[in-house]
């Protein structure tokens, strides 16, 4: 075994895709999203849509990738020599062994401290409680009239006046100029915000302006600005710039709308729906008042019909009908119960007649003649069955008697004890017998055995 196979055998070797590998986790695990600074160079956009590029100072660069679709979501078209603020995280591109950022958000640099003086003072409102949901108050459904804070010579201003008179001119709109953008607008707005909430004129105030920059919307993120929104005792709504454009005041406000326009549709009703609700609660109104009508022309034609019932001359046509049907009632109930006592009489007088003596004694001779005449006839009809039952026995005894026996010449001997004798063995000399034949009997005496 040579030095360099015990070398290799006690340490780890790499290849250079797992040594890169390697950096890559830890250069990826060791930095967290950073923000980097500096100067666009050999910018390139391929048909992919993604966005290679150097971010570079005076004394050094990094290669840098902004991927799809991060790279379609910018609001500029990044350029040459442009001053970029980035968000992104630190990688190590593999093939050649370079780092790199991997970015995720990119602004101009101009933006970038706005940008972060922007979340740091949403930060601190948002932990003072000036964003919260329970804070904020509804907007009233019907506004007499509407403060709108806002430059008089916008198109922001324009566009929620023909809103306002389209949907619904009834309401009174009072626009109450202030500059938008500049140093002088932040105070400007704030005390107007006072101003506007102190005269108890208005039923809400309106805060807009047309859409623009970070910067051109910068008064809007004014923290005086922010508290005097809070501190209206009228309801704010907020419509700074387009639907992609928050503030601060956005948050603040009690509702924020993405355009002027939108804002105004929220703050009148729509004419023609009101219109459309009135004509239909107008129907239902007239419907329910005819129902009404017709329930109390029912109530009242009962009520009339009843008090007709209630005239003397009515009531004594009523007092003679119920009379006379009473009457016809009594009549008529006095022949049932006469009908019903004759019919009750009659059954009795059929029982009593059924309880005579005579017609009692009558019955039971009646029976007893059919009893008698019952009793006869099942005696002779036992009579008559006995005497062809005894004719039988007697063929019968007859049949199997001795006599019949006696008569074909045969005769039955008996000792002096009347005992048949059926051996010669059972007599001796000298006894005397008797000789029963058919038409009598002998006397004999035994002379010899032989």
Same mark, same amino acid.
């Given at each position: 075994?040579? !030095? ?15 040594? %890169? ?20 160079? %050999?910018? #390139? ?13 005076? *004394? ?10 991060? #790279? @379609?979501?910018? /609001? ?14 630190? #990688? ?7 780092? =790199? ?30 964003? !919260?949901?329970? &804070? ?13 804070? @806002?430059?008089?010579?916008?198109? *922001? ?6 809103? $306002? ?15 938008? =953008? ?38 809007? %993120? ?5 508290? *005097? ?15 992609? !454009? ?23 009703? !729509? ?31 009962? &009520? ?24 016809? /009632? ?34 039971? *001779? ?6 008698? =005449?019952?009793?006869? @006839?099942? $005696? ?38 009347? &005992? ?31």
């Amino acid at each position: 075994m040579t !030095d360099l196979d015990a070398t290799r055998r006690a340490r780890e070797v790499l290849t250079p895709s797992a040594l %890169n590998a390697r950096a890559r986790d830890l250069l990826e695990g060791a930095f967290p999203l950073v923000w980097v600074e500096g100067e666009l160079s %050999n910018v #390139s956009r391929p048909a992919s849509g993604h966005l290679y590029f150097t971010l570079k100072d005076a *004394a050094a660069q990094v290669r840098a990738a902004m991927f799809k679709p991060r #790279s @379609t979501y910018l /609001r500029f078209r990044p350029a040459e020599g442009m001053h970029v603020l980035v968000r992104a995280r630190v #990688s190590l591109y593999e093939p050649r062994g370079d780092y =790199q950022l991997i970015v995720e958000h990119m602004e101009e640099a101009g933006e970038g401290a706005l940008r972060r003086a922007f979340e740091a003072l949403k930060a601190r409102l948002a932990a003072e409680g000036l964003f !919260d949901a329970a &804070r904020k108050r509804a907007l009233p459904r019907f506004a007499r009239r509407i403060g709108v804070i @806002t430059s008089p010579s916008g198109a *922001a201003v324009r566009d929620v006046l023909s809103v $306002i008179r389209r949907r619904f001119p009834l309401v009174e709109v009072d626009v109450l100029p202030v500059p938008v =953008q500049g140093k002088e607008a932040p105070p400007a707005i704030a005390a107007m915000l006072r101003r506007a909430g102190a005269s108890g004129r208005y039923d809400v105030l309106l805060l807009t302006r047309g859409g623009g920059s970070l910067e051109d919307l910068w008064a809007f %993120n004014d923290e005086d600005v922010a508290r *005097a929104i809070r501190a209206c005792p009228v309801p704010v709504v907020s419509a700074v710039g387009h639907e992609i !454009d928050y503030t601060i005041a956005d948050f603040v406000a009690d509702l924020r709308a993405p355009t002027p326009s939108a804002a105004a549709e929220l703050l009148v009703p !729509d004419r023609a729906a009101l219109a459309h609700q009135l004509a239909q609660r107008r129907d239902r109104l007239a419907l329910l008042m005819r129902r009404r009508l017709e329930a109390l022309a029912q109530g009242l034609d009962r &009520r009339l019909a009843r008090l007709g019932t209630q005239r003397p001359q009515a009531r004594l046509a009523l007092g003679r009908e119920r009379l006379a049907a009473l009457l016809a /009632r009594l009549r008529h109930a006095e022949r049932d119960a006469v009908d019903a006592r004759a019919a009750a009489l009659a059954r009795l007088h059929a029982r009593l007649g059924l309880q005579h003596p005579q017609a009692r004694l009558r019955a039971h *001779a009646a029976q007893l003649q059919a009893l008698r =005449q019952r009793l006869q @006839t099942a $005696i002779a009809r036992g009579l008559e069955r006995r005497a062809r039952y005894l004719a039988e026995l007697a063929r019968t005894l007859h049949a199997i008697s001795p006599l019949a026996t006696l008569e074909r010449g045969y005769a039955i001997l008996f000792d002096a004890q009347g &005992r048949v004798l059926r051996s010669v063995a059972a007599a001796d000399v000298g006894d005397a017998l008797r000789a029963r034949l058919a038409d009598g009997e002998l006397h004999l005496a035994v002379r010899a055995k032989g």
